[in-house]
């Protein structure tokens, strides 16, 4: 494992290192820390949390800004939202990639195929939102339906829908999962058709002379196999949706039950800078597990190599 | 053809059809902004993108001769008070649904039109749709003859472009604002330094420019040292710094930004692109570090033993092995994170309040009433031309680099 593939100083690896070290606690590790710091100080972090406690009602002293992430309606709804985006909207596009990876596989014209539904990736959410923004535009005045979306309903006769600023706030979810799906299934598929791509063809070959039939293949042989690649996809989406913020900024701003954490935290983050650190908090809180469990998989891989 | 072929292809089709529909549905939302762009602003509000190669109604004199000319006159000009050919007046009912509504009122006490057919139509709300698609031609009637400079004009335009570029937000164009060389309203020079408005996107294009090539470049740099050392040289806590590398890579955002705003105040480095550039390397560094380290540890370990052999140090060895064999990776980490800060909003938001780039720019032209769709999804474009170009270009190195971070690791 040691690599001494040649003489070296004892500073020689620092001096290769030093330069990446320092930014990198300049800019990750010293601002995490001063991020927890400043979510148990008040709106200007002048004063410790404590000075935000109202007599007469409840109060976590210090983690008084953490009272109000973790209690407040309006968090409570950003919380229970990327609950949902993580439970519904994150199988929907990891199965939504694993489809298109085993269909695309199958056709002659793979590589545009893959290339189109891969695109999305490549331009901003803020573009995103703005493309959908438009397909779900609705026209409340006697003019046309000028979104797509709403002019299909209207040209069969339907009542247009407020598909973002609906009364039923899951409405309005829905509406952006989609989006986040349109965005977010090309780099599933992506992952997924290399993983797929990777089982021996002998391994298939031979099954299916067995006379297994296409969908016993796939679920007895080839989704164990690429099971592994599916729990990193899975896990890297949910690091994406646990941060998202630009769509929703975009789309809804939070409004009409669609807000999310990041939203919230970048919402105080002039007018209430402890309550956005403590949301901020709250999100380091919620990814540890995941760190943990990638750097783990790592060092497993190291004992492989 | 056997029937045993011909019973396969027939078996294909469900596939093709799904695989195909998929596509299109995945093209058809960013379809529908590329083309509104070049669509004029009236006919944007006046009928949906994919109506873009449809005929445009035609002005028509049938309908006004049977609503309007018996009192209106065929020039328009009979009735004093309401002169049809005034700009003017014409001008107020430039959308269908305001000329509808001008037709439900009254005028002294008596229904507005006279025609009996006509009238009942215009007063019949169930049949609105209808009466709106009628109206379109006497809009079009009335636009011509108040002079014409009213007329819905229905051909493909570049004039949202261009008042993207240049930040122009009025009812008309830039092009007739400038069309007697001096502005109008006196915002713009009508010469090339109109694109340098702060309100304009190419400058949000050359802002997002300045920001994403260093930010792309430097932590390459400085990631390169680093995963060499990682990967070809031998120090106390190699192993661990490393798994804690790893761990950092997924350290949201919006952990750092507030006290790196603060340290930026303090500083005197608000708004500055030298401060957005160390921020992004910062950033950018774990993913760069972890994954030129994977690639050049996997490189053989002969290759360094023989270059040490013919008497090369590190140093060497960094720059005339480890470098040139690490092309592809660096490609691929070059294009991952120009993608990335190219794309960025909240960072640029908070770092470079003072010059916004293009993500910025756009949330700025957002009209929840939907009154700039032209503006919007040119100035939308713009900002999607130069990520779909490098990413279509290098696809192969971003696709490896994805693979490398998230499934090899």
Same mark, same amino acid.
């Given at each position: 494992m040691v690599p001494k593939i040649m003489k070296q100083g004892a500073l020689t690896p620092w001096l290769y290192l030093s330069a990446a070290l320092l930014i990198m606690l300049l800019f990750i590790v010293y601002p995490t820390i001063r991020t927890v710091t400043l979510s148990l100080r008040d709106k200007a972090g @002048?004063?410790? @949390?404590?000075?935000d406690c109202v007599a007469g009602e409840p109060c976590w002293g210090v983690l008084e800004n953490y009272r109000y992430a973790l209690t407040n309606p309006e968090m409570l709804q950003a919380l229970r939202n990327n609950a949902l985006w993580i439970l519904l909207m994150v199988p929907g596009t990891v199965g939504a990639g694993l489809l298109f990876a085993v269909l695309t596989d199958r056709v002659r014209y793979e590589r545009l195929a893959k290339t189109i539904i891969f695109l999305p990736m490549a331009i901003s959410f803020v573009g995103a939102g703005v493309i959908w923004r438009f397909v779900y535009f609705l026209e409340t005045g006697e003019g046309a339906q000028i979104g797509v979306l709403n002019a299909i309903i209207a040209g069969l006769g339907g009542q247009p829908v407020a598909w973002l600023t609906n009364s039923n706030w899951m409405v309005n979810n829905v509406s952006l999962w989609i989006v986040g799906t349109w965005l977010w299934a090309g780099f599933c598929m992506t992952i997924l058709s290399a993983a797929l791509k990777a089982v021996p063809t002998e391994i298939l070959e031979a099954s299916r002379v067995d006379g297994a039939s296409e969908w016993q293949v796939f679920w007895r042989i080839m989704f164990p196999l690429i099971l592994p690649t599916v729990t990193v996809v899975t896990t890297t989406m949910i690091i994406n949706i646990l941060k998202v913020f630009d769509i929703v900024f975009v789309m809804t701003n939070g409004l009409n039950g669609t807000e999310v954490i990041a939203n919230r935290m970048f919402k105080f983050i002039v007018t209430n800078q402890g309550r956005s650190m403590a949301i901020a908090g709250l999100l380091i809180v919620l990814t540890i597990p995941i760190m943990i469990f990638n750097v783990r998989r790592f060092r497993e891989q190291e004992e492989i190599r | 053809m056997s029937p045993g072929r011909l019973k396969r292809i027939l078996g294909r089709i469900p596939l093709h059809v799904i695989v195909i529909s998929l596509v299109v549905l995945w093209l058809v939302p960013t379809l529908g902004v590329f083309v509104t762009s070049f669509r004029s602003r009236q006919a944007v509000r006046t009928s949906g993108w994919w109506m873009v190669l449809s005929k445009p109604p035609v002005p028509s004199q049938q309908e006004y001769a049977t609503a309007c000319a018996s009192c209106h006159g065929a020039d328009g000009k009979a009735l004093a008070t309401a002169d049809l050919s005034d700009p003017e007046v014409v001008g107020e009912y430039t959308r269908t649904n305001r000329l509808l509504q001008m037709l439900r009122q009254e005028v002294d006490g008596q229904p507005h039109v006279q025609d009996a057919e006509w009238q009942a139509l215009v007063q019949d709300q169930s049949r609105t749709k209808e009466v709106l698609d009628k109206l379109a031609p006497v809009g079009q009637h009335l636009a011509a003859l108040s002079g014409g400079s009213l007329a819905v004009d229905y051909g493909l335009t570049a004039s949202n472009w261009i008042d993207a570029l240049v930040g122009y937000k009025g009812t008309t164009t830039y092009q007739q604002e400038c069309a007697t060389g001096v502005s109008e309203s006196g915002k713009f020079k009508c010469d090339a330094s109109d694109l340098l408005n702060p309100e304009g996107m190419s400058r949000a294009f050359l802002n997002s420019l300045l920001v994403t090539v260093p930010s792309a470049i430097l932590p390459i740099l400085f990631a390169a040292f680093a995963a060499y050392a990682f990967a070809w040289l031998d120090f106390r806590g190699r192993t661990w710094m490393f798994a804690l590398l790893v761990g950092l890579q997924i350290v949201p955002l919006q952990m750092t930004l507030v006290p790196i705003a603060q340290l930026y105040s303090r500083l005197g480095l608000e708004s500055s692109f030298f401060g957005i550039w160390l921020f992004h390397t910062g950033f950018g560094l774990p993913y760069a570090i972890y994954l030129l380290r994977n690639f050049l540890g996997g490189l053989p370990r002969d290759l360094f033993e023989s270059i040490y052999l013919d008497g090369a140090n590190h140093w060497t060895a960094f720059w005339r092995l480890a470098i040139p064999l690490s092309v592809p990776a660096i490609a691929s980490l070059g294009i991952f994170q120009f993608l990335w800060v190219w794309n960025d909003l909240l960072v640029a938001i908070i770092l470079l309040p003072g010059n916004p780039v293009l993500t910025y720019q756009i949330t700025n032209l957002i009209d929840p009433r939907g009154g700039n769709w032209h503006l919007l999804t040119a100035a939308a474009f713009l900002s999607m031309i130069v990520p779909m170009l490098v990413f279509l270009a290098f696809q192969r190195y971003f696709v490896r680099g994805l693979l490398a971070g998230a499934v090899k690791g």
């Open positions: @002048a004063q410790p @949390a404590t000075v | -």
